[in-house]
């Protein structure tokens, strides 16, 4: 599965859906790691995803740890339920920035 | 420098002089109301021409029923349009010097020219055409090429090429080399030369056809041309099958040939070329047969089979050769497996506190357990499961259950013990890989549990039929930050047990959705009478598939505050 990139105000926002686990997080990963090469600030957007497995969170992990060492943007905004319970319960939610929404994420500078 | 030749810009200018005599005798032949005196005067104005015209004439392979011995004579006999077209023969023959073209072996054009006129000579009766005007088509049709070769003499060097080529491909090629093809330049050079109308639209459209408003004869003279054209390229190309079946296909749709007819001619046109040659004055090699033009086919063709066969037998090799890669891969995998259960404890150790249950999905696991009692009695256990699966999540597995048991032995605080695994992870973790992880101690002697957890999902402490509480994480997993804070719980067990447990459990999917961890307090109360290693296994077989599969690893750690009976 392909997860669509939309340019917004000079951030890539990636959007992720449905279940996000070992079969599809390495298209996760790529789309995310080479938006973060082309030295663009990244939003994720999490509102459409289901279920993410550690796969997926991992994706997301790496995403944010290459950001940090590269001083680029890396959030996470409108995560729906599924995956705030997941990033909740595993304590992740102290580790990424998360907006509420899209738009608080672009104003919020990734 | 070489001329410009493109179809729409070959300019009479471009092309080599047309022969003057023989294009007056051959408008002279066209010319109805001619006499035939006049005629003969007319030839006989070029020596040259009448001399080689009467050699010709008198040839076995024309076969005149009588001898002639002069101009006069051979438009007697001959009659206007035989004399025009061996004179034009003769004359296109010479057209262009054997050294008009450099370092080009001008014979082996003629060779495969003569074959057209040969081949389109033995259609004549089907094609119930006149036989020399099929020959002078035949002989004609490919002229545009010479004369693109003389144009860009550069090209030579791609005539071995060109002469291999099937009709179709040459063009193909032509087009490549020259911009243009030998029946555009062909055209262009008849219409120039003023060649009578049969012949300009034989060496024109024996590819594509000639226009719908051409007279019957004439669209069948150019298709006599086209046949002559594969006829000729069974004896040429490499790929004889293919020639032969055109050929075949192309007499039958044309005149009604059966394949024996065509293979019949085909023979023909080989035993006529040495005479023929020698009408013409042509050198050519020597002659295949037809039969041996066919054996090579046939040779081919089995050659084709063997390297099928071939092909086939690699094929089988490297089936092989990937099945026993994947058998060498399945041991070392077989090993991978046996040294990672190496690495947990048993289900039901010597110790009577703890039992724990590993199930992997795959042939290795990214989970771990391991428990064992410190040097002061309490016990120390952890649970953790690695992001993703498959092997990486087994090695980063290994450092992980190492370094638990390495550290732990000294180190007998929860919340630093995973500190400094955190650190210690954090340093060579890749790909964003982190281990969730529940670290504690035990202490069978006061029932004290001190419980510290990495981003695991929460601990169960449960009663004999009620949840007493839940420990969710504090901490994100180990290998995130570097400077992650982890804290202890500390807390009494009550008699009651703690439940410690992967997502391979509360995820499992079930008829009814997953378990989640709402259906895991359902059932361990529903099996709460059972002894602690028969309780672990029925909680894992709710979720285990008939033959014992499970989706994702799966590891349940039971810490029991009573003692269990018969350990120890």
């Given at each position: 599965m392909a997860f669509p990139v939309e340019d917004k105000h000079g951030f890539s926002v990636i959007t992720l859906k449905g279940e996000v686990d070992l079969k599809n997080s390495p298209d996760a990963r790529k789309v995310i790691l080479n938006n973060l090469k082309k030295r663009r600030h990244v939003l994720v957007d999490l509102s459409g995803v289901e279920y993410i497995d550690s796969s997926g969170v991992a994706s997301l992990v790496e995403g944010l740890q290459y950001a940090r060492s590269n001083d680029l943007g890396f959030s996470l905004v409108g995560v729906s339920e599924a995956a705030m319970n997941v990033l909740r319960l595993a304590r992740l939610d102290q580790v990424f920035r998360i907006y509420a929404s899209l738009e608080d994420g672009l104003h919020g500078g990734g | 420098m070489e001329a410009t030749v493109t179809g729409e810009t070959v300019r009479p200018s471009d092309l080599p002089a047309p022969p003057k005599d023989a294009i007056r005798i051959v408008q002279a032949c066209s010319n109805p109301g001619i006499d035939s005196r006049d005629l003969a005067r007319i030839v006989a104005n070029d020596p040259v021409l009448t001399a080689e015209l009467l050699r010709v004439a008198n040839s076995a392979y024309f076969g005149l029923v009588s001898q002639v011995k002069s101009a006069s004579r051979a438009v007697t006999i001959l009659g206007s349009r035989a004399l025009r077209n061996l004179v034009l023969c003769i004359s296109m023959r010479d057209a262009l010097r054997a050294d008009s073209i450099p370092g080009f072996d001008i014979d082996t054009y003629w060779e495969d020219a003569l074959r057209r006129a040969v081949s389109a000579r033995s259609l004549a009766g089907l094609a119930q055409l006149d036989a020399d005007e099929c020959f002078t088509a035949g002989l004609l049709q490919d002229f545009g090429l010479l004369v693109m070769l003389y144009l860009m003499p550069g090209r030579v060097e791609h005539w071995s090429d060109l002469a291999h080529a099937t009709p179709e491909e040459r063009r193909d090629l032509e087009i490549e080399l020259f911009s243009t093809t030998h029946d555009e330049v062909g055209l262009t050079l008849a219409t120039s030369w003023d060649l009578p109308t049969e012949l300009t639209l034989a060496m024109g459209y024996h590819h594509e056809g000639p226009p719908e408003s051409s007279e019957p004869q004439d669209i069948l003279l150019c298709k006599v041309a086209a046949c002559a054209d594969w006829m000729a390229a069974v004896y040429r190309c490499e790929d004889k099958r293919v020639s032969i079946q055109r050929a075949r296909v192309l007499l039958k749709d044309?005149?009604?040939?059966?394949a024996e007819h065509t293979d019949f001619l085909l023979q023909q046109v080989s035993e006529s070329m040495t005479e023929a040659a020698s009408a013409m004055g042509m050198r050519v090699g020597e002659q295949k047969s037809f039969d041996a033009v066919l054996r090579e086919a046939n040779l081919r063709l089995a050659e084709d089979n063997l390297s099928y066969q071939e092909l086939n037998w690699r094929l089988q090799q490297a089936l092989a050769e990937r099945d026993k890669f994947a058998d060498e891969l399945r041991y070392e995998l077989e090993l991978a497996r046996e040294v990672q259960k190496s690495l947990l404890p048993p289900c039901a150790g010597s110790l009577s506190n703890v039992v724990g249950l590993n199930l992997t999905a795959k042939a290795v696991s990214g989970d771990f357990y391991d428990y064992y009692q410190l040097v002061d009695g309490r016990i120390a256990f952890c649970l953790a499961d690695v992001s993703g699966k498959g092997m990486n999540a087994a090695l980063l597995m290994a450092k992980a259950a190492s370094l638990f048991r390495c550290l732990g032995k000294g180190i007998h605080d929860p919340a630093k013990l995973l500190s400094m695994l955190n650190r210690e992870i954090f340093e060579t973790s890749i790909r964003g890989m982190f281990v969730t992880m529940v670290a504690g101690v035990f202490d069978p002697a006061t029932g004290e549990v001190m419980l510290s957890s990495a981003g695991h999902l929460p601990v169960l402490h449960m009663g004999c039929a009620a949840l007493i509480a839940e420990y969710p994480a504090k901490a994100p997993p180990l290998g995130i930050n570097p400077d992650g804070v982890f804290t202890n719980e500390v807390f009494h067990l009550q008699g009651g047990c703690l439940y410690l447990y992967t997502d391979g459990l509360v995820e499992a999917r079930l008829d009814d959705g997953r378990l989640e961890k709402d259906g895991l307090i359902r059932l361990v109360r529903d099996v709460s009478h059972l002894p602690a290693p028969e309780r672990a296994a029925a909680i894992a077989a709710a979720v285990q598939a008939r033959d014992g599969a499970v989706e994702d690893d799966l590891t349940l750690v039971i810490v029991e505050g009573r003692q269990r009976h018969g350990a120890g």
């Open positions: - | 044309n005149f009604g040939a059966s």
